[in-house]
């Protein structure tokens, strides 16, 4: 077992005749993924690395059997595109991209309270299972097989940090990017209490930033209900008041919202905290050994 | 995105919420002229720069005269304003706002913030207004009203009215206040903010409600619905490089460190930062280069870092996913000799094909140190930097 997406998950594609979409449709194939379809309104009929497009989602899923959703649409749109995956009772949806306003998140959010369907990101790097299904545009290949959760808010730090598990010999069961926004569909308690349910995952790693208190409360969670253990990696000491790093959900605000904060927090939580992320890895070895 | 106060107040009165009688000036012929249209004074002279505190640096002056408003509004003109907000060096006060001074009897505050733990936006109403929220969150939560908005937008009467009862307020001001927070809370919606303060909203000695000071931030995602927004920004109140990179696409924010620092994805240039501070340095800058760092894209990351005269060293951290090492290595290559880039560069170059990118790095005759974990390439970016 894994979460989320697995041998079993049949991936459409929204937006795929774009760069990008195009791109990663075929990156996602060959890590072995089963991409069934595409979508671009005006553009069905055509294929896409042999992937047939259509132009609404209903009709890809009657035609498919696709359960999954993997969004590259432009941010304008993309609200409208997720709304659309729902509305087909696609029960996952991954949405890549960066840039949706705040006030379309809203929108969405509420649109999905309800339904039966689960969003991860938006301005995520998406979800992969090693060696079962790619469902985003991290690179593959640094993953391996294994029993270490992962749950992050930022792309190339998890990264960083899964290279390092995957050359110290700890492979993931899955890891998931909820997104760098203010805004997003499914938070850190979210997705924890999925690992908590997978008995192939035997540890997590948490990597959160500055914004927010989504990692307080994924602290107040651990604390009461998870039984695994957990490492956390807080990327954001250094960063100013009132100022957005990168991220549009990594800004302090107010005072609140600081990397302090929340390593005091998951500390207080008795969640080991790792000062870098090169020292993650040794982390989770010595909460496994 | 921020934007000034005479401006919130302009989308204020749009949304049928009332603010003071005035008008913004640039010189003080000009605010004189605004204090002669708006009435017989006394009036209030209000520095417009993006910071808040600007009522104890000096920022907001009273006039009882016409001359006196020449003679502040002048002197608050072309100087710079300190704020506890704003940092030492202050910001340089190019408008004005000149209003009609009102006699307050009762002050309130009124936000409406995005909650993100709930996903929705978030109506915040106190009886203390003039007091930052932050401040009485901290303080004295309970005192804090929240109402949800609907997701289109709407504060339902029956809220507002909620709301202001729990405050105490009834008949014809309570009426008035109701008003004043729909209003601020279509406002919010539909000039997608990140923030919509009234701070105060005041009830005059009248009976009439008027938002005294407004602050509002529009969220930058939204600006391809709100052409407009073009007027609304004002880049002289925004770090030059910042404006720049923002120009080149470049997620750029300025600090006051002296190691530059490069590195593709946010979090990871967080990561860097902070790895920076613990080795006892301080970084230049957080600069993201977007996870592709693509050569023409690291090109104008260098010339970004070498225009802060107090960048003295270089630090490239880059993760190579499905954009291979070698290749991310021979573009730093290329414009680290393009630029002439005259400060030692440390890079740090990890994931697929990092071997081969070493290689090239170590081959360039350029003085390029490569660094084989991020605390190694900190602390020797760390040591470079001192001599």
Redesign the interface.
């Known amino acids: 077992m894994a979460i989320l997406v697995d041998e079993e998950t049949r991936v459409l594609v929204q937006g795929i005749t774009g760069r990008e979409g195009s791109f990663h449709a075929k990156?996602c194939l060959d890590y072995g993924t089963k991409v069934v379809a595409g979508v671009t309104p005006g553009r069905g009929g055509r294929t896409v690395e042999g992937i047939p497009v259509f132009n609404t989602v209903r009709e890809a899923v009657r035609e498919t059997g696709a359960n999954t959703s993997l969004i590259f649409v432009p941010?304008?749109s993309a609200a409208d595109a997720i709304m659309e995956a729902a509305e087909e009772g696609v029960g996952l949806i991954v949405c890549i991209t960066e840039?949706?306003?705040?006030?379309d998140?809203?929108?969405v959010?509420?649109?999905l309270r309800g339904k039966g369907t689960r969003l991860i990101g938006p301005n995520c790097p998406g979800v992969i299972s090693p060696d079962r299904a790619k469902v985003g545009?991290?690179?593959g290949?640094?993953h391996r097989r294994g029993s270490v959760g992962v749950v992050?808010?930022?792309?190339?730090?998890?990264?960083?940090v899964v290279?390092g598990l995957s050359q110290r010999g700890l492979g993931q069961s899955t890891c998931v990017g909820i997104g760098?926004d203010?805004?997003v569909g499914s938070?850190f308690v979210d997705i924890l209490e999925l690992f908590a349910k997978d008995p192939e995952t035997e540890a997590v790693v948490m990597?959160g930033?500055?914004?927010?208190?989504?990692e307080e409360?994924a602290a107040a969670f651990i604390q009461e209900n998870f039984r695994k253990p957990v490492v956390a990696?807080i990327?954001?000491?250094?960063?100013?008041e009132?100022?957005?790093?990168?991220?549009?959900?990594?800004i302090i605000?107010?005072?609140?919202g600081t990397?302090q904060d929340k390593i005091a927090a998951l500390k207080a939580a008795g969640i080991p905290v790792a000062?870098?992320?090169?020292a993650v890895a040794e982390l989770v070895a010595s909460v496994l050994s | 995105m921020k934007i000034h106060e005479f401006q919130a107040k302009e989308m204020l009165r749009s949304h049928g919420i009332q603010v003071p009688k005035g008008g913004p000036a640039t010189s003080g012929e000009e605010a004189v002229e605004v204090a002669r249209r708006v009435g017989n004074g006394p009036w209030v002279i209000k520095a417009q720069v993006h910071a808040g505190g600007r009522g104890k640096a000096g920022g907001i002056l009273m006039a009882s005269s016409l001359h006196e408003v020449g003679e502040v509004s002048s002197r608050l003109l072309g100087a710079r304003l300190a704020t506890v907000?704003s940092g030492p060096q202050g910001h340089l006060v190019k408008k004005v706002l000149v209003e009609e001074a009102v006699q307050v009897e009762r002050e309130l505050y009124a936000g409406v913030v995005?909650d993100?733990?709930e996903?929705?936006?978030v109506l915040l109403l106190s009886a203390s207004g003039g007091v930052?929220?932050?401040t009485l969150?901290?303080e004295r939560p309970h005192e804090i009203v929240r109402e949800f908005l609907e997701?289109?937008?709407e504060l339902p009467s029956f809220r507002a009215r909620r709301a202001c009862f729990a405050l105490g307020l009834d008949g014809e001001v309570r009426s008035q206040v109701e008003k004043a927070l729909r209003g601020l809370c279509s406002l919010f919606?539909e000039e997608?903010c990140?923030l919509a303060e009234i701070n105060p909203l005041a009830i005059t000695k009248e009976g009439v409600v008027l938002a005294l000071d407004a602050k509002i931030s529009l969220?930058?995602?939204?600006l391809?619905?709100h052409p407009s927004w073009f007027q609304l920004r004002d880049p002289e109140e925004e770090d030059p490089l910042e404006v720049e990179a923002r120009d080149y696409g470049l997620?750029y924010?300025k600090?006051d460190g002296t190691i530059g620092c490069m590195?593709?994805?946010?979090?990871?240039?967080?990561?860097t930062?902070?790895?920076?501070?613990?080795v006892g340095a301080r970084?230049a800058n957080?600069l993201?280069v977007g996870?592709g760092a693509r050569e023409e894209v690291v090109s104008r990351a260098f010339e970004i870092l070498l225009k802060d005269p107090k960048v003295k060293v270089i630090l490239v951290n880059i993760?190579g996913?499905?954009t291979r090492g070698d290749v991310l290595a021979r573009g730093i290559v290329d414009a680290a000799s393009k630029l002439q880039v005259h400060v030692p560069i440390v890079v740090r170059l990890?994931?697929?094909n990092a071997q081969e990118g070493h290689r090239i790095l170590e081959e360039s005759g350029l003085r390029i140190h490569v660094a084989k974990?991020?605390?190694e390439a900190a602390k020797l970016a760390s040591t470079l930097g001192r001599n």
């Open positions: 990156q941010a304008p840039g949706i306003p705040v006030r998140m809203i929108q959010k509420a649109y545009i991290m690179p290949y640094i992050s808010r930022s792309g190339t730090l998890t990264y960083e290279h760098g203010p805004i938070s990597i930033e500055i914004g927010g208190t989504a409360e990696l990327a954001g000491l250094s960063a100013p009132g100022k957005r790093m990168g991220h549009a959900g990594a605000s107010g005072g609140r990397a000062s870098t992320p090169e | 907000q995005v993100r733990s996903g929705r936006a930052e929220i932050e969150a901290k997701p289109w937008g919606h997608d990140t969220d930058d995602n939204a391809f619905r997620s924010v600090m590195v593709n994805g946010a979090g990871l240039a967080m990561a930062m902070d790895v920076v501070l613990q970084p957080f993201d996870g993760f996913g499905i990890e994931g697929t974990s991020m605390v």
